[in-house]
């Protein structure tokens, strides 16, 4: 048999497999690494997530509950507390080396950089690596942020009728929201009805259906249509309390004099009306027209400080409640208390209208509320501006006149907190 001359590059090569064994073990074993930390990461930034939005949520609880003294601002520190104690609570308890808790009041990144009511969180958590530290000797940081909102609600319009045309209907030279904005519930293609050539000025127009401007008026402020309905924000304000309270007359009180009369809060069974040249000044407290509305007509002049009007029916039948004097009327709302913010406050169940006309010496602060009530607004005033309301949540509302009218619920709105994330 003949031998083949020897090769050195013939024959098997011994530990050939091996090699390519351990090379192929170390490619499974980084696949395996980064599949294991990578699931880890994501468990772990889901769980910063969670506690990065829980921490924000409760700095912003903070800069509602201490809204009315500090304006949204965190002054003594207690939202940036409360923020890290609930970041511990989650298990990230700001250590400096495991995880790092930051919390901005008000941020200083993102669409609401240096707003006040707004906090922003960032949770850093630095995650030990398993395999992965075969490859990279650092732990791996986690990043999440959170961004909240925390101050009253900024009411505006909010018309709650959920179907039909006109459920706004503005025929007025200038209407302006001021800091609030229209929002329409209707689902009707004509729930919002610009029919005058004038001004209309919101922050913001949230229509649940459609719009139209037959008038060619100039809206300002940015629209939104096809949203969802608004919720009633008001629903969970309680009625007054009748138990206790001292009946101040047990039949309709007719004012129409000269004299100076001063009324005190109360029960008054039939409402009240003002007529003539009368000067009344209501003192603070809650006034419960027990039937029959409340009505200031002609030149009466009417002064009411920290005042709020309830209208219901009972001793007698529903009336309306009408404003409309040439004289002056001002009724601003109670600063604290359960009805703080609220200047009329109509029984739910009642479709009673509510009418207030001004002729430049009308200041109505606090917000009108009838949550069936179609309410009709005029600004008759050709020279000076009436506040014709602080806000208005209603059925519907038809605004019109040739004066300016300004709804402006200014530092003292109802207890309606708006606390929710905004990144």
């Not at 050195?8 to 064994?21: D, E, F, M, Q």
């Not at 958590?125 to 732990?139: A, C, E, Q, V, Y």
């Not at 200047?343 to 009418?355: G, V």
């Amino acid at each position: 048999m003949m031998r083949l001359p020897y090769s050195r590059h013939a024959g098997p090569r011994h530990g050939s497999a091996l090699v390519w064994l351990l090379l192929g073990m170390t490619a499974i074993i980084g696949i395996v690494a980064l599949g294991l930390d990578g699931g880890r990461m994501m468990d772990e930034r889901r769980h910063a997530q969670v506690a990065a939005d829980a921490a924000a949520l409760d700095a912003a609880a903070d800069l509602y509950r201490n809204y009315w003294v500090n304006l949204g601002k965190d002054t003594n520190g207690t939202a940036r507390t409360g923020a890290l104690n609930s970041a511990a609570a989650n298990g990230f308890a700001n250590d400096g080396s495991q995880n790092t808790v930051t919390v901005n009041v008000p941020p200083l990144s993102g669409n609401y950089t240096g707003q006040a009511s707004y906090v922003e969180v960032i949770v850093q958590s630095n995650l030990p690596t398993s395999f992965g530290r075969i490859f990279t000797l650092d732990d791996t940081p986690v990043l999440a942020r959170s961004v909240a909102l925390g101050q009253p609600r900024k009411i505006g319009l909010i018309l709650l009728r959920k179907s039909g045309p006109n459920a706004l209907l503005n025929q007025a030279v200038a209407l302006t929201l001021v800091n609030g904005s229209i929002i329409v519930d209707s689902n009707d293609s004509a729930a919002f009805n610009q029919s005058s050539f004038g001004v209309c000025l919101a922050s913001r127009f949230d229509i649940t259906g459609n719009y139209i401007n037959p008038g060619g008026g100039l809206l300002l402020g940015s629209i939104h249509t096809g949203v969802r309905p608004t919720l009633d924000p008001l629903a969970f304000l309680p009625i007054p309390v009748t138990s206790g309270v001292p009946v101040m007359s047990t039949k309709p009180l007719a004012i129409n004099s000269v004299l100076p009369t001063i009324l005190q809060p109360g029960i008054y069974q039939g409402g009240i009306q003002i007529n003539g040249l009368s000067s009344v000044t209501m003192t603070p407290g809650v006034y419960i027209m027990d039937g029959g509305g409340f009505q200031v007509n002609n030149s009466a002049l009417v002064a009411g400080l920290e005042v709020m009007i309830y209208n219901t029916q009972g001793s007698y039948p529903a009336g309306p409640i009408q404003i409309n004097s040439m004289a002056k009327v001002i009724l601003t709302a109670p600063q604290a208390g359960t009805y703080q913010g609220m200047s009329l406050f109509q029984n739910r169940s009642l479709t009673e209208p509510m009418a207030i006309t001004g002729y430049g010496l009308t200041t109505i602060t606090g917000v009108v509320y009838g949550a069936q009530a179609p309410v009709n607004v005029t600004g008759s005033a050709l020279v000076g501006v009436d506040v014709l309301g602080g806000a208005y949540v209603c059925d519907s509302i038809h605004v019109q006149g040739l004066g300016g009218i300004n709804v402006d619920l200014g530092l003292n709105p109802p207890r309606v907190p708006e606390v929710h994330l905004v990144e």
